[in-house]
Each structure stands twice: as C-alpha cells, then as structure tokens.
C-alpha cells in the first residue's frame, strides 16, 4: 500500500522508511508465560460462551449462521478484555528499582506540551507546577520545558501568549505557535523534532490535560537510561478529580478496574506496548522512523493525516527493533477525562475515524504481530457497537431465537470478570468493616451506571462508524459556533421507543428481555441530565 507523504513531492510507504540498525528486542520468559496464559484465558472464554450461543439455537437458518459469525469475534473481543485483567491478578507486576539519590541523568529531556485552542489560565498553572516539580526532583538542569502550539483564531492566541507570557519572559519555557497547522499534532511534534530534536536524548509528551510528577518524571528517565533498547515507555495514568458525576463514575471505573487490567497489559504486551499519545517518555534515536508518519493516499474519512498516529508511532518504534513498554502504575500520572456525555461523544467520535483509517495500515509491512494486535483492537473497539446493535435486532424481531438464558448468563459472566477482579483488589486493600462496605458500593455504583450507560455508548459508536463509512470526516478543532442539536438524550429516547414498538409488534415475548437495552435509552433524558450535573464530591466543604 502507498501513502503520499506531507512533503508533496516524496511518495513513501511504510516499509521504505528508515531502518537503522538498533537492539532487536526478544521477550522475556515472564512475557512469554503471561501471553500464554492470556492467550489460553481468551481462546477458553471464547470458545465456553461461544459453545453455549450455538448449542442454544433454537432453529438454524441463514439470519442463525449470521448472527454466529458476528458474535464470534465479538466474544473474543470481551473475553481479551476479561484475560487481560484476570492475567494482571495472576502475573501482578515486579517492583522497580529507583535511581539513588545522587543520580544525575546523563542525557536531556525536552518536555513536550501540545496545545491547540485550550483555557489557558490553567494550562499555566499546570505548567508553573510542572516546573515545581522537575526543580524538586532536581531535574532541573536536565530538562527544558518547550510548549508547542497549534492554537488559531485571533481571540484565543492573544488570551493563551497573554497567560504564558510570564513564564516566557522568565525564561521558564519556550514557547512557539505554528500558523500553519500542517499534520496536526504528530506535525507540530515532527516540526520540533526535525529543528530541535537532535538536542535533546528524550522527549516526554503531554497534552494540556496532563499532569506528571517530578519524581515519576526522574524514575522514567534513569529506567530508560538503564535499558538502552528501550525507545518508549508509557506511564500509566490516574483520572483528575471530578467536576461532574459522569467525571466521577469514570474515574470510579478508572480506579476499580484500571489496576489489574494494566498490570494485565503490560505483562503480556512485554516490549510491543502501545502509546496513548501522552504521559509518555520516548528516546530520540527511537522516534526518527516515526516521526513524519505518511498521510494515506484520499480525502477523509479515511484518507489524509491519520488521527490515531499514537498506536501507529508505537508500531513503527517496535518495528525499528526499540521495545515499547507499558508501565501501568499510576503514581504521579493523570490526564483529565470528559466531563460531560457530549464531549465524551465527541471525543470518541474523532478515536472511531481514527481507529478505522488503521484497517488501512493493519497489513503494513513489518509490524510486529503484537502490534497488529493492538491495530485489531482499536478497530473492533468501535465496530463492536455496530455488531452488537445487529445482534440485538435480529434476536428481538425474531429473526434469531435462542432457547434459555444460558448464552445470555455466560455473556454477563464473562463482563462481569474485570469488575469481579477490581472488587478483589478493593477489598484486599479495605480490611475494616466500613471500608469493606465502600468497596461494595463503588463495585455496585459502577455495575449499575455502566450498565445503563451501556446502550447509550452503543448507539453513538454505532453512529460514529456509520458515519465514517458514509464519508463524513469529523475534522479537527474548529472555531465556536452555533450549533444545531436536538435536546440531550431526545435520539436515544425515540430510539428505545422505536425499539421497544417494533418489537412488541414482531416478537412480543422478546420485549421483557429487551428492557435493559432499551429502558436506559427512553430514560436517556433524565439520566444524561443527571450525570452531568455537578458532582458531591466537587462542591466546596
């Protein structure tokens, strides 16, 4: 496959970059054991529940085999999800050595923050902290905080170089604003990387919500000092403190089922992790091959720059012969999350075009078969919806029957694995009486809001992909302007009316086991209202 390039008059694919000669990374036995039992926990869960759908068939016909052949990749999407955590119980992760005390970095760190069109003031704050911190950790000397912009609109570019003029004057930080926003973010990144970033040994990224501490700062840095294969380590992340009571149950979700699905990631990923974009340290040497990524060939959606550029930069990096590491402990490492359904939908909406361009890239030549796996991944993340939508027509018109509850039950079980593994890990941690009884109610709250909340995503992704392949590009940040939409929760609403009429009308005896798909729906008004409502724990004392 051929990509043109961002320099009009280069043509490159993917295999005609650059390959310098660099350590071939080989997994260890620990990694080796952890994908096995990963391997044998997915395949098992996949084949238990996938034996229960087709034996419980109740007539086989042309819609049966349909509905079998997508709920089979769908399973051994949910079952990885569910080995991944019960691996992270099973292979937990070693404790790492920190640097000594008197420990120096040998090599400089450029600290990457990306903007583009962010409230300033707080981004101020963030950074005046961040210098804090490196100076306490005594990283001052060593590294250098450098802001890359891609900030547009008159207004905007005179409000944020008026809150880091202070800092810029000082000295603190350097700050450059690109007028021309070629390539997005991965282009202001190559820009700087292509006139700088020769200067430096490791470039740390962040994006404006991001938030690092010193000390975890220092321990990245002596941890890819002391392994010299290793071109990109990505710190796990803990989310903000939230403002509303949907920012709160993600973090709630965050904290229950974060811990073991992290660990589970890290232990059978080994050295082909993946990168989220930011929180992440890279080497300098390691990011040559990805720094200028190609653009696919065609107009968007699925042509033009690649949105999700962080999981492709990872590929490259592993092809490369550099180990990509996942360090999923969240000490002194967070990001902001959405705090509202919209901008959750929105955000979503820009991951699904990206993680669709990839059906283009997933054969690339060279990859490493665990990086097509987190290719594979990211796809299905989003077609998942879609297919699960189909499966839920075509079993509630009756188009599909099956006999029993069994599949259904083998379904929930296996959905339930991670919640059931962070519930362990909160009660290990909460031996007293009280304590005992908030890990049930977090494990509680969050079954249930994620179970009402469950349609609702459905529906938006399953939209989100439609729209894709339709060819609607959502494009970029684009400046504020009125917007057209129906009341919140109104879609959905009239969707789960439509669902529930058409099945009463084809199927009547499959409406009561629709309500759980269709209830959160109609109630979707009420309940989108509430979550974004301001959340207890945000109001002041």
Known sequence: MTFQARHPDVTCDLKAVRLAAKPVVRPSLPTRNARILFAVLTLGMTLLVGLGVIVNVAHWTAWSVLAVALVLPSLLWISGGAATALTGMLCPPR?????????CPAGRTAILMLLCRENPQPVAAALTELLRQTGKAGLGPSTRVIVLSDTFGAEAIAAEESALAPLIAAGLVDYRRRADNTGRKPGNIAEWFDRAGQRFAYMLVMDADSRMSGARIRRMIWRMEQQPDLGLLQAGMALLPARSRFGQFQRTASRLLGPHFGAGLAAWTGATGNYWGHNALIRTAAFTDAAH??????????GGDILSHDIIEAAVIRRGGWAVVFDPAAAGSAEDGPQDLASYHRRNRRWCQGNLQHIRLIAAPGLHPISRLHIASGIFSFLAAPVWLILV?????????LEGAVPLLLIVAVLLVPKIVGLQTLLKTRRTPRRTRLAFRTFSGELLLSTLLAPLVMLHHSAAVLSVMMGRDCGWKQPDGPRRNLPQGFAEALTGLTLIALVFHLNPAAAIWLLPVAGPMIAAPLLIRWLNGISPQALPA
Request: proline residues 14%.
């Open 95 to 103: 404790a790492e050595a920190g640097p000594p005390a008197v420990w």
């Open 293 to 302: 990524l190609p653009a696919l060939s065609g107009t968007a959606p699925f």
């Open 393 to 401: 027509l075509m079993m509630g018109t009756g188009l599909v029957v």
